[in-house]
């Protein structure tokens, strides 16, 4: 990773909302947000929009700007500037002037970086930048790129570049300018003088015009203003080597669910449903092939379920967003299944090197081992934390409080979990899921329960067990009440609807369980049914169980109150009651888990 000393400047564009952009340089230097005045009209300020890194980016709509203001800091000789960046001259809300020119950076009479078209026909845009090198404005150096920074013209896909420049001290007073493109450098020149120091500000987005306001706006040249995006804008007070500047071009994720990009804060999908944690109660023999393969990427039902008195193997899939390899280290966690894993609870089961991970690849790594520390037969919820030296893990003992979950955990995507089983079923069974409801460490909430059983088919009887100093004040959706004893409510809840408890009261630190049964009716279509059970505060998501119920022609049937196992057909497998009937593809697993075979459709497998 660079040296942190010499970040000057450092914008992730993090910020949801506020006119405010924090730098997370040593520098603290806060930008403001500020809107311009064209011909005497106001123009809109920034935006935010998707990010093509982390989190979201500024988006530039031709009449705005970020007013870094200035600092001694800014006053550098030798110099890193790079940030991602879209572009586009499409519906241009001002004249386009000759020069053809959006500004990403400026800080007048020292240094430059824009995008320009150079061409004698105006038709391809380059990179551009350059410096001052005395009091004189007409004294400057300034390089193209020889490679054209592509326009983006569909604006719900854009083109993002990778765009830097440093310039080193070589010999003397002699001073070399580099360009690079997507880590890469493209070109460079040597020139003599460093950098003029003056008091302007530094603008990102905009070319600054001193002395030349309307109504206390700062007014700008329309040839400056930039028309795109602008992400993870960073300036260094040294030039910056092309191995460290590819350091920070790369962006290693898991997934949230089957949708998720690695886009931050996730865009779509629910989170607790990763497809990239898996577990087996043996090794796999070749975790790349069948884990990695383009095959398999886009499933989400690759494990098995944990088995208590024996070793399971976790293995953790990788992607790379970024357009360079990077190394990752991941720590895996256990928690109970509950709809909020906060970080108190995680308990550590080891860590994993992920050694490079290409950009573009799918990349297995593991197994890691879990052997010692399984507290008993049931489901549970798995953590995996990564990060790298430029994408750091989460410090847990910052999480003080909800907002700072959802800042640092839910909003990330180095930080997934998996909350999620899935369960053969038989028509006429029963499947009961058994979670726990958390309040946060310290802290009391009003949060709100959602049961989500849309996907059910219909003839269901589902019914939720819960506290019932938990639903005391909560507005309550979709239940109704059946059983009301001195400490537990028992509601019914609608199958192919949404069920939900607003507003419930949660003290700090609370710990309670509940379940949700649900029994399917005897001639229940197969197919495959997801149930979900999500915890929210003030709208946002911060956990969520999930459990896929699997119905089919399951050839053999177990008996959870006798503990024998049945042929489907077998005339004993048909007087099962629901809540015992347990299904399976194969008599061997249900061997493994202490079922006896039926001594008149499986007698070679009855014991006595």
Not at 563 to 580: F, L, Q
Request: glycine letters at 8%; proline letters at 7%.
């Amino acid at each position: 990773m660079p040296n942190g000393n010499a970040r000057v400047l450092e914008y992730h564009f993090d910020e949801e909302s506020g006119i405010l952009v924090n730098d997370t340089s040593p520098n603290h230097l806060n930008a403001e947000l500020k809107s311009l005045l064209a011909n005497g009209t106001q123009v809109s300020a920034p935006t935010r929009d998707t990010g093509r890194m982390v989190g979201p980016a500024l988006r530039f709509d031709g009449g705005s700007l970020l007013n870094v203001g200035d600092h001694p800091a800014l006053g550098v000789t030798n110099f890193t500037v790079m940030a991602w960046v879209w572009y586009t001259w499409n519906g241009y809300p001002h004249p386009v002037p000759p020069e053809n020119r959006m500004e990403i950076v400026e800080k007048v009479d020292s240094f430059w970086m824009n995008i320009r078209k150079v061409t004698a026909q105006q038709t391809i845009a380059a990179l551009r930048v350059g410096y001052q090198f005395s009091a004189n404005k007409h004294d400057i150096h300034r390089l193209d790129s020889t490679i054209a920074i592509p326009e983006t013209t569909n604006l719900s896909n854009p083109i993002w570049t990778h765009v830097a420049a440093t310039l080193e001290q070589s010999s003397g007073n002699q001073q070399v300018l580099r360009i690079y493109i997507n880590g890469v450098e493209n070109t460079s020149a040597t020139f003599t003088g460093l950098p003029h120091k003056d008091t302007h500000p530094l603008i990102i987005g905009a070319r600054y015009t001193p002395n030349n306001t309307i109504a206390g706006k700062i007014n700008l040249g329309p040839d400056a203003l930039f028309k795109g995006a602008i992400d993870e804008f960073r300036l260094y007070s040294k030039a910056l080597s092309g191995s460290e500047i590819r350091s920070l071009l790369s962006d290693v994720y898991i997934r949230d669910n089957l949708s998720d990009e690695g886009v931050e804060p996730l865009v779509g999908g629910g989170i607790s449903k990763s497809p990239d944690i898996n577990h087996y109660p043996l090794p796999v023999a070749d975790p790349q092939k069948d884990l990695g393969s383009p095959s398999v990427k886009n499933s989400d039902n690759l494990f098995a379920p944990i088995e208590f008195g024996q070793p399971n193997y976790i293995y953790i899939r990788l992607q790379n967003r970024g357009i360079t390899p990077a190394d990752a280290n991941i720590d895996i966690y256990w928690t109970p299944a509950s709809t909020l894993p906060s970080p108190n609870v995680w308990k550590p089961i080891g860590s994993l090197q992920a050694g490079l991970v290409v950009p573009g690849e799918l990349k297995v790594v593991g197994p890691l081992v879990w052997d010692n520390n399984i507290p008993a037969k049931g489901n549970y919820c798995f953590v995996a934390v990564l990060g790298n030296s430029t994408d750091p893990k989460p410090d847990l003992s910052t999480i003080l409080g909800v907002y700072d979950f959802i800042n640092k955990i839910r909003n990330k995507n180095n930080v997934t979990w998996k909350n999620f089983q899935v369960e053969n079923k038989v028509g006429g069974s029963q499947y009961r899921i058994y979670f726990e409801i958390r309040g946060w460490p310290r802290n009391a909430y009003e949060c709100d329960l959602e049961i989500n059983l849309t996907e059910l088919p219909l003839g269901c009887e589902t019914e939720l067990r819960i506290l019932k100093r938990l639903t005391k004040g909560a507005i309550i959706e979709g239940l109704i009440p059946t059983v009301v004893s001195k400490l537990y409510t028992r509601y019914a809840v609608t199958p192919t609807e949404m069920a939900a408890l607003r507003n419930m009261p949660l003290k700090a630190s609370d710990h309670t369980k509940s379940s949700l049964t649900i029994t399917l009716p005897e001639e229940t279509p197969d197919g495959a049914y997801d149930i979900s059970i999500a915890q929210r505060i003030n709208n946002h998501e911060l956990g969520r169980i999930t459990s896929r119920l699997v119905v089919g022609n399951f050839p053999f049937v177990a008996n959870r109150g006798s503990g024998e196992v049945h042929k489907r057909n077998c005339v004993w497998a048909k007087k099962i009651s629901a809540r015992n009937r347990r299904a399976y593809t194969d008599v061997q697993k249900a061997l493994q888990h202490s079922y006896n075979g039926c001594r008149f459709c499986l007698p070679e497998y009855d014991t006595g």
